[in-house]
Nanobody, 113 residues
């Protein structure tokens, strides 16, 4: 199982960023997926979930209305579109397979002026 995040970076408040996660080594379409982040000095926080078919999504209150999770089962990719970014969104973002046994290496997102 391999999960590889990409798309992180440094942006200014109010800007947008899209994270991607390339999955391999398992049948991607059979698993729900989750984005988790860890802000500096804080614990892990579940950001968003999507079911295996992509029809059901869940968001943390802190990102609801600003972030959109999606998946492409044909290409084995998971995405997180992040709009109206705030400094408090600064964190390492992890792509996690359903069951939480497999995690990506993380992508740093920094929101700062």
């Amino acid at each position: 199982v391999q999960l590889v995040e990409s798309g992180g970076g440094l942006v200014q408040p109010g800007e947008s960023l899209t994270l991607s996660c390339a999955a391999s080594g398992f049948t991607f379409s059979k698993y729900s997926m989750t984005w988790v982040h860890q802000a500096p000095g804080k614990g892990l926080e579940r950001v968003s979930d999507i079911n295996s078919e992509g029809g059901v999504t869940i968001y943390a209150d802190s990102v609801k209305g600003r972030f959109t999770i999606s998946r492409n089962n044909a290409n084995n990719t998971l995405s997180l579109q992040m709009n109206s970014l705030k400094p408090e969104d600064t964190a390492v973002y992890y792509c996690v397979r359903g069951g939480f046994l497999y995690w990506g290496q993380g992508a740093q997102v920094t929101v700062s002026s």
